[in-house]
Every structure is written in structure tokens, then in C-alpha cells.
């Protein structure tokens, strides 16, 4: 049983111009403790995937329909009082910008107590005691000072170690990061990665690692899920679908990653741009944009299994062959 | 290249917050810390030549590039137009220089003025300074949308109806407009999209061959900078660390800091690689480590390094290194 | 301190450079070998920086001259007007601030129904509404037409622990209860308006939607994240808003009669009394300062990013 | 074919919005009025001739000794008090007017040279600022008109120098801002000149928190001379706004006389609500987080 199993999830927003289908028919799982990287580009709905998997979508957005199971449990459907406490328990999150997301007029002590004491009845001591424990496994060096300190105190990294910190203080099932290596810097960001892969696999956590960054899931996830304009339109593992990717939006995002090219030479571009989720062509939502869309293409192609453990929504596959190098 | 670089630093050096003035201070003014954003540096660009500057937040990249761009005085040194002082020109030729030197920004949305149309914002400039009569501005404005890769038909919109990747396009058309020879790009891909990104890189590498455009690319992006740049200069915490042709700095880097910056990128070939070899924070410019600006976090850091800057010289031909190691031999 | 120096010049230059005490002190009949006395006795023969620096040194003495009309020493007079001012301004300011935040809060959570609406529709109104007719309508409807509360004067003071108010009877609070209200309504209104677009703010933060992701209740959300986030910001402005509730005594004191410097300051312009105007600046001016004080430190306790950075 | 300017679209969120429309209405109706008032109204209420004391303190809907309807009663001395509205409304409304657009002109100067200048000057203006502010508008006209003694252009003048300052702050504040925006990095790199820069890049994108500022200060400089004339230091009797037209009634309400009190306050009432509804509404929809 996969930790986390999606089924043609949707999720709308209601604007003044009409309904914004950001997520529309999402299938995916991620088993336990592996790592998914959802790749899209900006307005590819990866963000609000994994805001509608803990409740978090508010209005004007909503989840219209499909299925999340958490280990076999529908979510959907679930009282609020019931979702929160999954939260932060079993699902935790990790958000993009490490400088919004802790309270700045807060403790940091404040900020972790309150998540141990939501979920559990332990002495304040006791709390603190797991809090202090948290912040020495990101990393942080001398927790039992950093402990008392406000956000602001610290650095955009460290800010982000006690994100994962917070994230893993009740050892939760599933961990979905939502671009939390974005506003890094290259070190930083590396030293990150680092912390998250090896707390992830000694404790067999499952991992949804939402990014626009193909490089960083290569090095970090098992499997990849590519969006475009709120579908999956591939997934496989790492090696397959970088290597050999079926769909042309993959490999046109693929060739636009400049170390695969030679330098100085012009890169394999996508032509245009990605359609407003207003005003999305029907059928395959990529056809104005793809070198072999065709007729058939105005018609919505289904989700499709070329080979073992690969997804595929796409009438004109490209042909197993690895991108120009 | 033995001719006269397009623009020459030497000693810049640029600090913010200096000190109050006695009467300000009695009007009640905070004194602001004082910050070395840039010092001594030493870079000069040759014209046709792309130079990529590399350097994580805060080490000072984008000072330096505005100082090359005319758009800030240097607090010391000499920044060199073509060979001649540029802070000893005399008004027109001041002028000449500015224009000659464009920007191109990083957030599409707050370098375009909201509230002009397409069409004020590309043709202001060369109006202004008498490039173009006011009976050729339009098909002058057309010709520049049209080589920045936009809808001509377009002109009479706004900013805020373009996509990012559009409105970088416009930057481009505006920076274009006054017949620059050199460009300095300040991120000015960081903010787009994967696949928009791409297409304005291609764009910048068509530019540079049709107009012969001398190019200061400033980036954080290691795999970008690798791909445009003929030399690539390394910059951390407002010094210039290593400077060498693109081929050699990500082949053979020599300073720790860049093979350290080298290692940590992410990169599509790399499968389940193993993260985290550098290790301690960047240190704050308000607060720098003595000697080597490295050293806190460099593997190989010994005494000296903690006591004594390290000068940038020349450690194999056409490369440039800052530090101690090179030394011992 | 600067700022009381400051306030000391001007209020001093602009009050004793324009206007003649003298001609209104004097009855018209006075001959001018009268009124040249006068003149000396009060010590405006001299020239203005003279009389600047007499004055000053003699503030610093704690004497800023005596009234003309009540043949006092001014300051004592505004001083023993204070008190009256003070309590009057404290209740409103405390009425306002409670009923502002709760009410702003309210109006945050429930931004998009019709309780949200009411309560920032209301708000625009009590911004709107004049303090001096907000006044005439109280008088009129609970103090004449209803008849329950008492609509002119102080009433019945008490001492307790040193302190001489109206608070401490049931008289006195009566009393307090129109023109407090009548003084805190637009500032009700402001906090209300300030609280619910801080609150809102707050609210779509990162950090309050990571609060959310820990599985924290609402109650915790809003009691401890939102609330402090709000209560920073509002502390400055509460501080300044205190000040101006004790200027804006003046229309209220004069509404309801109430004994309190306010009253005595639009007594003394109309006669011209200028030691007690200025001696009123000084105290309002020293009042400032207090506040200005009071809540820089407050801010201090309350934000973590001020001060603490080297 | 020309595409909706940012000015356009946000008129066109205005006009989307109920309550700042209904309040625009209002506004408009009143501002009619005080135009055509004199022409519209029944007598002329500082003609002493035509006033009868024998018509004093009538109540609404009474008629005068030779058959005039007095819609709204007549004050103590018999004048026709719709009249009297109309002739106050007119005053009050010009008053707050002038007073706000002088204020918003010196201030916005003040804070454009604060703002592009720096240093010194900036310095300077800015303690003046600060000392003007952290004084309670209404303490600064009491003391000035105390000195000056009552009279029109002296309580023009209170409410100028009460204001000023805050758009000063306000403006230099968003010069500030803006100047540190590419666009405007852009434009001196592209060597424009710099009154170019400030009065065609800077300033017009500094107008919309201006405009919000000065929407609400003409309801606050209304309110405020209204509390002077109230107090009895604002303007004279022989030009009265609403503010004293609520004053003379005051007395008169223990005897019952209710509407001579009531109703100016009741117009002087709509008059700021409508300004600030219209205010409110322009401060969401000019609001440049929101705008996209």
C-alpha cells in the first residue's frame, strides 16, 4: 500500500473570469519512503497538488473532486478537526521561502512547542527537550541558545533547517516540500538537500518534492512526475524519463536545461509560452506549443502505460531515443 | 588582445552607509553600518567578449555590475570607458558612455514603468537624446520590438498585460534602443521559467552575433553562466576570487571556494548524488572574516589565511587565482 | 527633550509675537499711563528674546507665569485641570482599544460575510461621525430625552491609593460613561480599521498558513500568531492616538462641561489668558514626550527585530 | 487601438463596486447641491431683511407668517434652515476643498524634494514633518487660530499647515520606494534627465496612495473646521458652515428644539461618510498589491 495514492484530483479556483481548473485530474503515488519530485513550470498547479493533499486550498479555491489516500484513508471528505490532526502529525510540509514562514514576532522555542504540544500531551520541559533534539539533527549548531532566539536571528538556510526541524518533530509518514531549496543559495541549498535525503531514508519517510528545478530531482528523488497546466503528463523513475523522456514537454524542458548543451550554441527551446489556466486549449493542453501535435491532439489523450512503471499522457510518444546532447 | 578593453576596473572598490555628517547627525539621523559591498576589484572586458560574474547573494555582483553600468559612482578606484577615465569626462561624453552601457534587470515586473505603454518605454530614450527624428519613431520602435523578438502590434499595451518572458523582451527592446555596445545582464533569466529562460538565452546569444554586443553576465547559476560566458570571474563576499576563460574555470577550477561551488550544483546527470560538502554559512558583509574571505568555511585553510588577503594573480596562463595554497608548491 | 525646547520657542514666538494681552486686560477706559503699567508688571515691555529667555528660565523653575484671569500660577492651574483630562482619556482609550481589536478581529475572520461587512461599514460611519455632534446626540438622547445618565459635569470624585478620580464612584462613573464614549468612538473606528487590515494581512502570511500546516487550532492561530503580529504595529499607533484623544478633549470637555484642561484652554484663547495657554502646550508638549517614550519602550518589549541587532 | 490604461481599470473596479458607487452618488447629489444652492434656495438666510423673528424655532414643515414652507424649521431667528444647509454645505465643502489641494500641493513637494534630494534638505523637512505630526491636528488649528483670531482665510490657512505634513512624509516615503525600483534605475542608465525621471517615472507612480491620502483629508478638514466653528474659533458668523449651524442649535436642544442642531449634522454627517466611502473604495482599488 503506497503512502500517499492520488486519483484524477481536481481542484478549482473561482474567479470573477471563470473557474481556474489549477489541478486537473491528478493521479500519482509516492510508496513509503520514496521520493517523488513533481516537476512543472510556474502555473503548472504542483504547488496547489500539495496544498490540497492536507486541506490547505482556501477559497475561492476548492477541491472538487477525486481521491487522496493516506495510507488507505480517503482525506477527502474529512471534517477540518480531523484533517488537523494530521497535520504537522503524519503529513507535514515545507514551504517555499524560509524568510515567511515562521512567525517573526515569535520564539523559535514558541514555534516548535506549539507543534509537539498540538498533537501530543507532554510537559512544557519535555517539549522544549524534543525541540532542542530537532534543531541539533537539522544541524543547527549549539540548539540550547538558538533555542530562545526570534527568526530573524537567522540566516535564510538556517531558517529552512528549522522548517525541517518543525516538519519532523512527530516523524511523520509523509514530508511534502513545496520548492524549499528555491530561494537558496548553491551551497545552501546543497547543505539542505543533504540534511532532508539523509533524515528521509534513516527514518523510511515518504518524500513529495515539488520543484521547477530538474537538476536538483535528479540528484535527490527515485521517481519524477512531470506537470503541465494542472495534468501529469509523464512519470517513471529518475533515469527513465531524463533519459529517455516520451513526452515532447519533457524533452523540450529537458533541452532547455543549459549544461545539456554545448556552450555557446543555441538551446533546445519550447516556442511560446504556457497557457493561462483561464484560457487552456482543449485536448492535450500542450498541442500549440508541441512539434508533432496533429488532429487527434484536440482530443484528450488518456494517461497510458508504455513500459513498466512510466505514465504517459500523449498521442505521438517521441521515440525512445535519448535527447540531443 | 592587446587592444584597449571596452571598460577597465581597477582598484573599484564600493562601500555604502558611510558615515553621517555632523549635521545630519544633530537632525536625529541613525548612523547606517558601513558595507564593503565590492573592493579592489580588477576586471576588464574586451569588446565582443561575454563575461560571466558568478557569486552567491550578497557577495556584491550586482553592485559591481551597476558600477560597470555607470548607474553608481565607485567610492574608489577607476572605471575605464574605452580607456579613459570615466569619472574625468566632460558632460556629452559622460552621456556617450551611459548610453554605451545598458541593463538589463532581473524581476521583468518592477523594471518596466506600470503606467507607460509599450511603445513610450522603448522610444523615450532615443527620442530624448535626439537618436530619432520624431517622424521615424514608430518604425524605429517597431524594428526594436521586432529584434527583441516582440509583436510590433503590441506596442500600445501596458507591462502588466506581457508575460515575464515578454516583458524581459521589452527590457531588452528598451536597452537596445539607445544603441548600447555593452550590456550587463543582472539575472535577468533568474526569474522566468525553465523553458522562457531558455528562449531569452537564445535570444541574448542571437543578439551578441548580430550586433557584436560586449556582454557582462551576472548570474548565480552556475550551468547558465557556463553556457553563454567566454570568461567567467568568481566573485565572493565583494572580492573576485578567481577569474579565468569558461573552459578552464569549470574544468580545471583552482580556488577552493570555486571547485567547492562547482561540486554543490545540481546537475541532470547526477542521480542519487550525495549532497553537502561545503560546510558553515555565508558570512554577513557587515561583519567579514579577516584575511581570506573564505577561510572560515575552506577545507584547506591554514594560518596565514585567517591573517592575510590573498591577491588575485596570475597562476597559469589566462587564469587568475586569490589564494594562499598557490603558494606552497 | 529637543522636541520640548523646540515646542517652548514656537509656542512662545507665535503666542507673545501676534496679539496684545494688554488691550484686553485692561478695561477700555484704562488711560495709557495704565495700561504702560500693566505692560511693566507683566514684564512685556522687554524685548521677545528677553522675555523668551526670562521665561524659559523661570519654566525651568517650574513657573511659567501667572494667569491673567485667575491671578494664579498657571501651571498649577493646568495641572490641577489634569487629572480630569487624564481619567477622561484613559477610559476612552482603554474602551477603544478593547472593543476596537475585539471587534477588528471579528471583522478579519469573517471578511467575506455579511459580520464582516456590518462591522467595517459601522467603522467608516463612527470615522465619519464629527466628535462634537456625536456629543449633542449622546446629551440629547441619554442625558435629556432618556434621562439615564448624567449629561453635564463630573461628579463625585474619590480618593484611592493617592489618587483623586471619578472613577472609583458610582456617581463618578456615570458620569464618565457619555463623554468617554463620545471621546473613543472614532478611535474605535481607526483601531477597528487597523486591526482587521493587519489581521487579514496576517493571515494569508506564509507563516500563518505554516502554523495551520502543524495542525495547530484555530484558537492558537489566531489567539497567539495573528493577534501578536497585529498588536506591534498598533501599540504606535494606539500611543499616538492617546495624544490625540487628550487634544481632542477639548470639544468633549466643552460638550459636557468637564472640568478638565481642555475646558480651560478654550476658556483662555477666547480671553487671550497666555500664560495658561502656554503653560497648556508645555504640559501637552511634556505629555508627548511621555508617550513617545512609553511607547518606543513598549515597542521594544513587544517587536523582537527592534533593537536587538548590534 | 489603445489598451485600458492601469488609471482606466481601476476606474472600471470602482465603478464595480457597490459601495463606493453608492457613496460617489451621494457625494455628487451634495456637491450639486452647494453648487445651485443659492439659486435653489426658498430665501437668501444672511438677508437680514428677510427674515420674520416671528418665525423662530419652527418646527420642520411649519409655514411663515406669509405662506413659505419651511421644509426643515427655522433656527432662533426665524431663517429658513434648508436654506441656511444649503449656503453652509457650500461653504463647508470649499473649505475642505481648497485647504486639502493647497496642502496636497506643498506637501507633495516638500516630499518630492525630501524624497530626491537626501541628505541635508531631507533631513530638515523631514523633523519639521515629525514635529507637525506628532501634534494632534486639532491642538495646532486651536493655537493658531487663537493667534490669528477666527475668519475664513486664517482657518484655510490652520488647515494647510495641519496637513501638509502628512503627505509629505507619505510622498517622500514613496519616492523612496520607487526610486529604488529598476524602472527607475533603468531610466538613469538610459541618461534621461533627472526632473525627466522624477516627474514622469517617479511621480505618477507615486499618485495613487496620494490620492486615497486626499480623498479622506477633505473629509477630515471638513470635520475638523466644523469642530472649530463648533467650538466657536472657526469661521464667522456671517458665513457660517455646517459646523456652526450645529453650534447655534446646541443650545436648544434641552428645549426640544431638536432640528436645528440635527439636521446640518445629519448633511455634514453624509457629506464626510460619502467622502471617506469614495476614499475607501479607491484605497482597494488602487492598491498595488492587488493590482495585476
Known sequence: MPT??????????????????????????????????????????????????????????????????????????????????????????IFQDPMMTLNPVLRIDTQMMEAIQAHERVSTAEARRRARDALGQVGIPSPDERLSAYPHQFSGGMRQRVAIAIALLHNPALIIADEPTTALDVTIQAQILAVVQKLASERGTSLLWITHDLSVVAGLADRIAVMYAGRIVESGSVDAVLDTPMHHYTRGLIGSVPSRNQRGHKLLQIPGMTP????????????TRCPAADAVCETEPELTNPAPGRELRCFHPASNTAVAA | MSDTPIIELEKVSKRFGQPNGALSRLLGAKPAPVVQAVSDVDLSIHTGEVVGL???????????????????????????????????????????????????????????????????????????????GPEGEDSYVDAQMRQAGLDPSLKRRYPHQFSGGQRQRIGIARALAVQPAMLVCDESVAALDVSIQAQIINLFLDLRTDLNLTCLFISHDLGVVEHVSDRVAIMYLGRIVEEASAEIVFSRPNHPYTQALLAEVPRLETRKSRFGAIKGELPSPLNPPTGCHFHPRCPHSFSRCSQEVPVLREIASGQRSACHLNDQA | ???????????????????????????????????????????????????????????????????????????????????????????????????????????????????????????????????????????MFFGIWLGWLPAIGRGEVATFLGVTS????????????????????????????????????????????????????????????????????????????????????????????????????????????????????????????????????????????????? | MNEPSPTRLALSAFARSGTGMSGAAVLAALIVLATIGHGIAPQNPYDLKSLDIMDAQLPPGSASMDGMRFLLGTDTLGRDLFSAILYGLRTSLLVGVTSTVAALIIGTTLGLIAGWAGGFVEGLIMRIVDLQLSLPAILVALVLISLTGPGAANVIVALILVQWAVYARTVRSVVLVERQRDYVVAATGLALPRARVLFRHVLPNCLAPLIVLATVAIAGAITLEATLSFLGIGLPVTQPSLGLLIANGFAYLMSGAYWISIFPGVVLFAVVMSINLVGDTLRDVLNPRLQR
Not at chain 3, 528677553?50 to 500660577?73: K, N, T, V
Not at chain 3, 478581529?105 to 467575506?112: C, K, Q, S, T
Open chain 2, 54 to 132: 558568478v557569486g552567491e547573494s550578497g557577495c556584491g555582483k550586482s553592485t559591481l555590475g551597476r558600477l560597470v553600468a555607470g548607474i553608481m559612482p565607485a567610492s574608489s578606484g577607476q572605471v575605464r570607458w574605452h580607456g579613459q577615465n570615466r569619472s574625468g569626462l566632460s558632460a556629452a561624453d559622460e552621456k556617450s558612455a551611459k548610453l554605451g552601457v545598458q541593463m538589463i534587470f532581473q524581476d521583468p515586473q518592477s523594471s518596466l514603468n506600470p503606467r507607460l505603454r509599450v511603445a513610450e518605454i522603448v522610444g523615450e530614450a532615443p527620442r530624448v537624446h535626439g537618436l530619432i
Open chain 3, 166 to 310: 471619578s472613577l472609583f464612584t458610582r456617581d463618578g462613573l456615570a458620569h464618565v460613561i457619555l463623554p468617554a464614549s463620545t471621546l473613543a468612538l472614532g478611535n474605535t473606528a481607526l483601531i477597528i480599521r487597523l486591526t482587521r487590515s493587519g489581521a487579514v494581512e496576517a493571515l494569508q502570511s506564509d507563516y500563518v498558513r505554516f502554523a495551520r500546516a502543524k495542525g495547530l487550532s484555530p484558537t492558537r492561530i489566531v489567539g497567539v500568531h495573528v493577534l501578536k503580529s497585529v498588536l506591534i504595529p498598533l501599540t504606535t499607533i494606539v500611543g499616538l492616538e492617546f495624544g490625540g484623544l487628550v487634544a481632542f478633549s477639548v470639544v468633549t470637555e466643552t460638550i459636557y462641561a468637564w472640568p478638565g484642561m481642555g475646558k480651560l484652554i478654550v476658556d483662555s484663547i477666547g480671553v487671550l489668558d497666555r500664560p495658561v495657554i502656554v503653560a497648556y502646550l508645555m504640559m501637552v508638549a511634556l505629555l508627548f514626550v511621555v508617550i513617545n517614550l512609553v511607547v518606543d519602550l513598549l515597542y521594544r518589549a513587544l517587536d523582537p527585530r527592534v533593537g536587538l541587532r548590534p
Open chain 3, 1 to 139: 527633550m529637543l522636541l520640548l525646547l523646540a515646542m517652548s520657542l514656537i509656542v512662545f514666538v507665535s503666542i507673545y509675537a501676534i496679539g496684545d494681552p494688554v488691550e484686553i486686560l485692561v478695561s477700555p477706559q484704562a488711560t495709557i499711563k495704565e495700561i504702560e503699567q500693566t505692560r511693566v508688571a507683566l514684564g512685556l515691555d522687554q524685548p521677545l528674546w528677553r522675555q523668551y529667555l526670562l521665561f524659559l528660565g523661570h519654566a525651568l523653575q517650574g513657573d511659567l507665569g501667572r494667569s491673567f484671569i485667575f491671578h494664579q500660577p498657571a501651571l498649577s492651574l493646568v495641572f490641577s485641570r489634569f487629572g480630569a483630562t487624564l481619567e477622561l482619556a484613559l477610559s476612552a482609550l482603554l474602551l477603544s482599544t478593547m472593543l476596537g481589536i475585539s471587534m477588528g478581529l471579528v471583522a478579519a475572520l469573517r471578511a467575506g460575510d455579511w459580520i464582516g461587512r456590518t462591522i467595517m461599514a459601522a467603522s467608516i460611519a463612527g470615522l465619519s461621525l464629527p466628535t462634537f455632534w456625536v456629543g449633542t446626540l449622546l446629551v
Open chain 1, 4 to 93: 500517499l495514492e492520488l486519483r484524477d484530483l481536481h481542484t478549482d479556483f473561482d474567479t470573477r473570469a471563470g473557474v481556474l481548473r489549477a489541478v486537473d485530474g491528478v493521479t500519482l503515488s509516492v510508496g513509503r519512503g520514496e521520493v517523488l519530485g513533481l516537476v512543472g513550470e510556474s502555473g503548472s498547479g504542483k504547488s496547489v497538488t500539495g496544498f490540497s493533499i492536507i486541506g490547505l486550498i482556501d477559497p475561492p479555491g476548492r477541491l472538487s473532486s477525486g481521491s487522496i489516500r493516506f495510507q488507505g484513508r480517503e482525506l477527502v471528505g474529512l471534517t477540518e478537526r480531523e484533517l488537523r490532526k494530521l497535520r504537522g502529525r503524519h503529513i507535514a510540509i
Open chain 1, 276 to 287: 493561462s489556466p483561464l484560457n487552456r486549449p482543449a485536448g492535450c493542453a500542450f498541442r
